[in-house]
């Protein structure tokens, strides 16, 4: 399974962006694609996780009522709309996806190469 993350970028205060993340190869069988984000000196951080079968979703602390996981199985993607950004929310986001039903990291077998978020003050 490749993974390839789309839609970083520098945002201010109080707006929004649209990140995207592409699977491709052998995605049959994925239980979940998740976002996770760090920033240096930092464990990488759940944002959101989504459900493949049953489109159930989890969010880390501090985002659900601010942003919004999706995805599109036919198209392979699963999507993280953010809205309301935070200086605290600038970090290295990375989507992901597992075999397996989770919130957990280390369940996440996939990555995607990491894409800047920036929000200034």
């Known amino acids: 399974v490749q993974l390839q993350a789309f839609g970083g970028g520098l945002v201010q205060t109080g707006g929004s962006l649209r990140l995207s993340c592409a699977g491709s190869?052998?995605?049959?069988?994925?239980?979940?694609m998740a976002w996770f984000r760090q920033t240096p000196g930092k464990e990488r951080e759940l944002v959101a996780a989504i459900m493949i079968r049953s489109s159930r979703t989890i969010y880390g602390n501090g985002v659900k009522d601010r942003f919004t996981i999706s995805r599109d199985n036919a198209k392979k993607t699963a999507s993280l709309q953010m809205n309301n950004l935070k200086p605290e929310d600038t970090a290295l986001y990375y989507c992901a996806a597992s075999q397996a039903e989770t919130r957990l990291r280390e369940r996440y077998r996939y990555w995607g190469q990491g894409t800047q978020v920036t929000v200034s003050s």
């Open positions: 190869g052998r995605t049959l069988g994925l239980g979940a």
